[in-house]
């Protein structure tokens, strides 16, 4: 097997090895203690700034897994911070938000994109609408709805501070050793990005129903004639991206935020896209789309430890490290073989 081929197939790794040396070059040439910046605090930060990617990039690639590209993940994840915002400041009335608000919030702004996605879905799968354009009007109503709904709201385009979900302490496991604080002592969303991670791998790879999925996007003839509706099996998907970027999307507004904020792109800030860049680099693995969210997640946050360490770069710069990451990812991945039948309208015969 050549150098070509071994990186073809192993892109994930040979990607994670090569930003692991990036940052390890960095740290020699800048002449820091690498545990100045790789410590766990950073890690914390990086696995918060992974979240609403991971989670956004796990129902993008169930949606392209079954034949159906959801561009409109930025969109839906819009819906999703603002309605989660709001759901929280119209609960709780006129007394103070109280944690079980914000959870109520968090499964309001779930099943409101879901529903959402079922507009979507209709339009793609029964009325064969183009995806791309479908999903680009979802893009683009979101940027307008978002300012527009806070406005309505609250008087601005950003709501009032809202409190965050709080951290839950497990007694015993958060004294372990860097996993403790990383899990055990963290934001409950965390451990729900992981979880929702190992599901979404285990339906996919294990069970009969993601053998559907799985077919739907790359035999959908076959598929039917084995007796199975390959449109039902599509729009499950499709409902089940939106309802996951609606909680990606909740979760930087309460989860990790402090409300909803409106201005240019909003907060989501193009997190969207680089969801679908993540389960790109992936290659349709939930693992190894949250390994890439982690990963820009990190470049994310590389800015805050940089500062613990005295190095002070403007904002303008640091605020592009994960869009060079996003960059740096394309070109390392190269040519990903995408489902053979995405995009692409089915009928049944009984249609």
């Known amino acids: 097997m050549s150098v070509a081929d071994y990186a073809a197939e192993h892109r994930l790794a040979v990607g994670g090895g090569l930003a692991a040396l990036a940052?390890?070059?960095?740290?020699?040439?800048?002449?820091?203690?690498?545990?100045a910046l790789l410590t766990v605090g950073a890690a914390e930060r990086s696995l918060q700034a992974a979240m609403p990617i991971a989670l956004a990039a796990i129902g993008g690639l169930y949606a392209e897994k079954s034949g159906v590209f959801n561009i409109g993940l930025e969109?839906?994840?819009?819906?999703?911070a603002l309605t989660a915002a709001a759901a929280a400041?119209?609960?709780?009335?006129?007394?103070?938000?109280?944690?079980?608000?914000?959870?109520?919030?968090?499964l309001v702004a779930v099943v409101f994109c879901a529903l959402l996605t079922v507009a979507f879905a209709v339009l793609t799968i029964r009325y064969e609408a183009d995806q791309i354009v479908a999903g680009l009007a979802v893009w683009f109503i979101g940027l307008g709805f978002g300012p527009f709904g806070a406005t309505v709201l609250w008087g601005g385009v950003s709501s009032p501070t809202l409190p965050n979900v709080n951290d839950?302490?497990?007694?015993?496991?958060?004294?372990?050793?860097?996993?403790?604080?990383?899990?055990?002592?963290?934001?409950?969303?965390?451990?729900?990005?992981l979880v929702l991670t190992a599901l979404a791998w285990v339906v996919l790879y294990r069970t009969r129903y993601g053998y559907w999925i799985q077919a739907a996007g790359e035999n959908p003839e076959a598929l039917d004639t084995a007796g199975v509706d390959v449109n039902r099996v599509r729009y499950a998907t499709v409902i089940f991206s939106g309802a996951m970027a609606g909680l990606a999307g909740a979760t930087l507004s309460i989860g990790i935020g402090s409300g909803f904020t409106g201005t240019g792109v909003t907060m989501v800030d193009g997190r969207g896209w680089i969801a679908i860049v993540a389960y790109l680099f992936g290659n349709y693995n939930p693992i190894g789309a949250f390994l890439a969210s982690l990963l820009f997640g990190a470049m994310d946050m590389l800015q805050i430890q940089l500062q613990t360490v005295g190095i002070a770069l403007p904002g303008s710069i640091t605020g592009?490290?994960?869009?060079?990451?996003?960059?740096?990812?394309?070109?390392?991945?190269?040519y990903t073989r995408v489902p053979a039948a995405v995009g692409e309208a089915y009928e049944t015969e009984s249609e």
Request: glycine content about 10%; hydrophobic content about 65%.
């Open 23 to 35: 940052a390890v070059a960095a740290i020699t040439l800048l002449e820091l203690p690498g545990a």
């Open 75 to 80: 969109g839906f994840m819009i819906f999703g």
């Open 89 to 106: 400041w119209l609960i709780s009335g006129e007394s103070a938000i109280t944690q079980g608000d914000l959870w109520l919030a968090i």
């Open 168 to 193: 839950v302490v497990i007694p015993g496991l958060a004294e372990v050793p860097v996993l403790g604080p990383l899990l055990f002592d963290a934001s409950p969303l965390v451990l729900l990005t």
């Open 320 to 334: 592009l490290f994960p869009y060079v990451a996003v960059l740096v990812v394309l070109t390392l991945v190269g």
